[in-house]
């Protein structure tokens, strides 16, 4: 498919006629630009309006109502007013016209659609005759799907800067169904499945028929068993096959899960030195808690050391004052001898030695006071009790001081620690316990999901074969039933053949399906280092393509990095993906016989990527169209590239006019 001409009248923003011409063959690049809001995305809806008759495009971030027609032109007549768009465009050497028109009007201060209309024709004889082919919308339709499938549209028209093509092809499900479903029309894959069933089905409606006809108990009897084993055979694979995209949707679950504990070892490794530093940082200020509570235990005895100075005056003067009176003993000492008539002090016998009684009764006479010496014995000793107290006191005292200002040091210490390692983790306690519980529970559920799959696949292999095997059992026993009438020998012959097509088609699908995704494979590899920076070049050692056309990037240490690239990085892959696929489809040509339809396609690349782009992408495809904004095409970066490479056929500005409208203006390089 190669874009000529685009007429535009009364369409969005562009009052009146308006055309352009797309540039094909050696200067084959076409730059439309403009400021934001000119109308560039005014040209895309338009491309799309024509082909698809679409009033919405995928980009759209709501569903708000959009009018195609001008709304200068309703707002200012009052009238019914129509937009039209007319593409030319060229496929397989034949030329062809799609025009679309819309009437709309505008009553109370609301826009309505009064009619939609379609036409599809070629032109014969070197666009000298013209044949209208139809103008049924719906046949319109057909028509334009037949070259362009519209499932497969987002391949060639996009806009750059929201293509999500990566994370249908990466993640499975229903975006990557329906991609892989456009890869398959694309590549044709779709229309030998389609051939596939009909033979088949046809084979099936024929053996019927015959066993009908036939009349032979025993056919039938056969006919039917077919029957049920073709429906079991259909559904067992059916079954394997959902397993299969089951696998390999577990598999990238478990690679991903795998890529996250090694893109986070070193935090966790981290976490758990961090750990172990903080229990112990609890242990010590558990220990120094019960040394202080110790010391704190010792405050009231430590009072002694208060007056420790004055202990030792007290107990001098105690002293003095003992050796200064004459009643250095206590008088119960000396009433307690007289009256047990022994010394209470060295055991002597008064009765024996009177003199000594005598001596006794002398000093209990001159007895002065009668308990200071009684109380001076019991201060000097307190006194010697007390300072021998403080001295323990004072060594416990240093004990818990000096066990203190240890604990206080390990503890100052792992602080340290612990504040240098925290600095060192990235991620947060919650997404360290994520990957933990993802490394000790989900990753073992997920590879245990793909054994217990994979065991499921075999066993759905063995109930197949099983079941081929007896298909062919009773197609052979069908052909051995005898059959008189010619006519019916030669309809036998004929489902026979039908059932062989039909298995040659399926070979040809399996055969055909491997080699394309081997081929995309490879010329994806091809096409993206050619656009792609060296720096990139480093970072990404291999691409691979699974058998559900989904796409993993193998960094170089083995593991998928599809999750960590850029935008722009993802960009480059997409184009990749789609100018590889366009390739196969191609069949061997040199280029691609379709156009390559980019809005905003420089937003989120470099000027590396960039200026690889503007070389390589004009050799890899039949016609590349940009809608550019001035910050995507500057005289300092990618004019002098365009113009060094002499590939720019045309050129248009969309210029903004006061009254709101834009202008299709042609310009040079």
Same mark, same amino acid.
């Given at each position: ?229 073709? !429906? =079991? %055979? /259909?559904?067992?694979? @059916?079954?394997?096959?959902? #397993? ?9 679950? $478990? ?92 055991? !002597? =016998? %008064? /009765?024996?030695?009177? @003199?000594?009684?005598?001596? #006794? ?9 009668? $308990? ?94 099983? %079941? ?202």
């Amino acid at each position: 498919m190669q874009l000529e001409k685009l007429k535009i009248s009364n369409f969005r923003q562009f009052e009146g006629d308006n055309v352009l011409e797309f540039g094909y063959g050696q200067q084959n690049v076409t730059l439309i630009k403009g400021t934001n809001g000119a109308g560039k995305t005014g040209i895309f809806r338009a491309i799309m309006f024509a082909l698809y008759g679409d009033h919405y495009l995928e980009q759209d971030t709501t569903r708000e109502d959009i009018h195609l027609v001008n709304s200068k032109l309703l707002n200012s007549t009052g009238l019914p007013m129509t937009a039209t768009v007319t593409l030319y465009f060229r496929h397989n050497d034949v030329s062809y016209l799609i025009k679309r028109s819309l009437t709309e009007f505008k009553s109370d201060n609301k826009t309505s659609v009064a009619t939609e209309g379609a036409e599809f024709g070629k032109f014969l004889a070197d666009k000298q005759q013209y044949q209208k082919i139809t103008d049924n919308i719906d046949q319109v339709r057909v028509e334009v799907n037949n070259i362009l499938p519209q499932n497969i549209r987002k391949f060639f028209f996009f806009d750059a800067e929201k293509l999500d093509l990566l994370s249908g092809l990466q993640n499975g499900g229903s975006v990557a169904k329906s991609i892989k479903t456009g890869v398959f029309d694309l590549l044709q894959l779709s229309n030998l499945e389609t051939a596939s069933k009909v033979f088949n089905q046809a084979a099936r409606d024929q053996s019927k028929e015959l066993s009908n006809q036939l009349g032979d108990q025993q056919f039938k009897e056969l006919e039917d068993k077919i029957e049920t084993t073709n !429906n =079991d %055979l /259909s559904r067992l694979r @059916e079954e394997k096959s959902q #397993i299969i995209d089951e696998i390999e949707t577990a598999k990238k679950e $478990e690679e991903l899960i795998k890529q996250q504990i090694a893109q986070n070892r070193d935090d966790r490794a981290q976490a758990e030195i961090l750990k172990n530093k903080e229990e112990t940082l609890s242990s010590e200020r558990y220990a120094l808690n019960e040394v202080i509570n110790e010391a704190i235990g010792r405050i009231d005895d430590t009072a002694i050391d208060v007056v420790l100075g004055s202990v030792d005056k007290a107990g001098i003067k105690v002293e003095n004052i003992q050796n200064q009176r004459s009643d250095k003993f206590a008088k119960a000492i000396l009433t307690e001898s007289l009256n047990n008539k022994v010394c209470a002090l060295c055991g !002597n =016998d %008064l /009765s024996a030695h009177p @003199e000594n009684e005598e001596h #006794i009764q002398v000093l209990l006479k001159k007895f002065q006071v009668s $308990e200071i010496s009684g109380v001076l014995n019991i201060v000097s000793n307190s006194l010697m009790s007390a300072n021998s107290s403080s001295q323990g006191i004072q060594a416990a005292v240093t004990r818990n001081y000096q066990s203190i200002v240890n604990h206080e040091d390990k503890i100052n210490k792992l602080e340290h620690e612990i504040e240098q390692i925290g600095s060192q983790i990235t991620m947060s306690q919650n997404e360290l316990k994520n990957i933990t519980n993802k490394e000790q529970h989900t990753l073992p559920n997920v590879q245990s999901n793909i054994s217990t799959m994979t065991e499921k696949i075999g066993v759905k292999k063995d109930q197949i074969t099983k %079941l081929e095997n007896k298909l062919q059992e009773l197609e052979a026993q069908q052909e051995q039933v005898q059959i008189k009438d010619n006519n019916l020998k030669v309809k036998r012959d004929a489902v026979a053949r039908l059932k062989r097509i039909g298995k040659e088609i399926d070979q040809i699908i399996d055969t055909y399906s491997t080699y394309s995704k081997e081929q995309l494979e490879k010329q994806m590899k091809v096409i993206f280092n050619q656009i792609i920076t060296a720096e990139d070049r480093s970072l990404i050692s291999d691409i691979k393509i699974s058998n559900n056309f989904e796409l993993s990037v193998i960094g170089k240490n083995g593991m998928s990095i599809l999750n960590d690239i850029s935008m722009g990085q993802s960009q480059m892959l997409s184009l990749a993906f789609i100018t590889a696929l366009a390739t196969v489809a191609s069949k061997g040509r040199n280029n691609v016989d379709f156009p390559l339809f980019m809005d905003t396609p420089f937003g989120r690349l470099d000027v590396e990527n960039r200026t690889n782009l503007i070389k390589n992408i004009p050799n890899m495809t039949s016609q590349w169209v940009l809608l550019v904004t001035d910050t995507e095409l500057t005289e300092g970066t990618e004019l002098p590239v365009f113009k060094q490479e002499n590939r720019v056929g045309k050129v248009y500005s969309l210029n903004k006019m006061d009254d709101g409208t834009t202008k299709i203006v042609p310009e040079e390089i």
